[in-house]
């Protein structure tokens, strides 16, 4: 599990649209593999003020974490970055299934949502996923208890495995996000595609991926073949992560199941909502021109914003 720069900029973007503050809860210790250099230029752009010699504070740097032992240079510890980054926090914890690296909320996310939780229902402002749904065998029930912690207007940031990764239980596609998002009622939906391009410079951490933003609408074509539009995706891209951004409606917490949506045959399954996907945020700052011709998949389900 961890926290790569793609994700930290998401979030950064969900704090520039509104502050992050009050209650956050990551899930897992995640180790946060961005590069010193990359984290300043962050900071810089969404105008944070880092402690000087961040880097060499002892308090500061992460020396638990499995991916932070091993790799080459020194990683922040995730509750120095969300509570230096975000100085309006007033409570920040990790959940885990047992106190492994610290966790304070145990929960097997696994389970059914439990009395035992409830105090933790409504309770959460922010939570973060670095790649905890595509590492348990039921993230379906995972992410129903994400919904259940989140307070009304409360927000998710996720990033988790969209194709097969060496290491990953499970791969989760975009419209997974999306139509439990859309069918429960969530103010702001955002959902993205970041595929990484297929060359020798890849690395395990810090890449530069091409960002797609993901909708359910799109153009039928006669002649779509789902297995030669990914066989043509995966020439050009290897890895691929879904990111996801939402924010909670004012709803309680009745969940509602979302059908395939190839599947809807009739209005009253139609989860995507025209409304909700006007409302969506502004797009990310990323490099690149937006409008360069580069799809995926053989469909307009994916739209090219850009690269980060």
């Not at 032992?69 to 510890?77: D, G, H, L």
């Not at 207007?153 to 060496?166: I, M, Q, T, W």
């Not at 990914?230 to 290897?238: F, G, I, L, P, Q």
């Amino acid at each position: 599990m961890g926290l790569n720069a793609q994700g930290l900029k998401l979030i950064l973007e969900e704090d520039k649209h509104k502050k992050i503050n009050g209650r956050v809860l990551c899930l897992g210790q995640n180790t946060v593999h961005v590069k010193p250099n990359l984290l300043q230029e962050l900071a810089d752009e969404y105008k944070k003020d880092l402690p000087s010699k961040w880097f060499e504070d002892q308090n500061h740097v992460d020396k638990e974490t499995k991916t932070a032992k091993r790799v080459e240079y020194p990683c922040i510890k995730q509750s120095s970055l969300f509570k230096i980054f975000f100085p309006d926090i007033k409570e920040f914890a990790v959940l885990d299934c047992s106190n492994y690296e610290g966790a304070s909320v145990i929960a097997d996310l696994n389970l059914p949502f439990s009395k035992e939780l409830s105090s933790q229902e409504n309770m959460w402002d922010f939570i973060f996923d670095g790649s905890v749904l595509d590492n348990i065998f039921n993230p379906t029930e995972a992410l129903i208890t994400i919904h259940r912690f989140l307070k009304p207007f409360g927000r998710v940031v996720s990033v988790n495995s969209f194709n097969f990764l060496p290491g990953a239980m499970l791969s989760i596609s975009c419209e997974w996000f999306y139509s439990f998002f859309a069918q429960n009622n969530y103010l702001s939906n955002k959902v993205y595609l970041n595929a990484l391009r297929v060359s020798p410079e890849v690395n395990a951490y810090n890449n530069i991926f091409d960002w797609f933003i993901y909708s359910p609408v799109f153009t039928p074509k006669k002649t779509f073949d789902a297995g030669k539009a990914a066989n043509d995706t995966y020439k050009r891209y290897s890895s691929m992560n879904v990111l996801v951004a939402a924010e909670k409606g004012s709803d309680n917490n009745q969940i509602k199941f979302p059908q395939n949506l190839q599947y809807c045959f009739d209005q009253t399954q139609i989860w995507h909502k025209e409304e909700l996907i006007t409302k969506s945020r502004d797009l990310p700052n990323l490099y690149e021109p937006r409008s360069a011709d580069i799809e995926v998949f053989d469909s307009d389900h994916y739209k090219y914003i850009g690269r980060f």
